[in-house]
């Protein structure tokens, strides 16, 4: 079983940054494929960025450019660090970590693009 805590969620400035983080507790965290979704009101919980446990990254069209998934082993931790930021890009972020049949989430930070 996997716990996943996200923080770093808020309102930020277009044009701002953001750096989310999500930190897991209660498995070995290194085998985990580690994703960030978002979800805006209204709409799709949608992937926004991917890292595989090789440390292969997939982003959305959207994130790309913009958005940079890494993660910390020793720390048990994933972030998306979000760089130039859109309207757009408001919603709730929820990072998930996956393998096999195991399908963790956490429950979601939300981040507010707003001048």
């Known amino acids: 079983q996997v716990q996943l805590v996200e923080s770093g969620g808020g309102l930020v400035q277009p044009g701002g940054s953001l750096r989310l983080s999500c930190t897991a507790s209660g498995s070995t965290f290194s085998v985990y494929h580690l994703a960030w979704y978002r979800q805006a009101p209204g709409q799709d919980r949608v992937s926004v960025a991917i890292?595989?446990?090789?440390?292969?990254?997939n982003y959305a069209d959207s994130a790309k450019g913009r958005f940079t998934i890494s993660r910390d082993n020793a720390k048990n931790t994933v972030y998306l660090q979000m760089t130039n930021l859109l309207p757009e890009d408001t919603a709730v972020y929820y990072c998930?970590?996956?393998?096999?049949?195991?399908?963790?989430w956490g429950q979601g930070t939300q981040v507010t693009v707003s001048s």
């Open positions: 890292l595989s446990n090789l440390n292969t990254t």
């Open positions: 998930n970590a996956f393998r096999l049949i195991e399908d963790y």
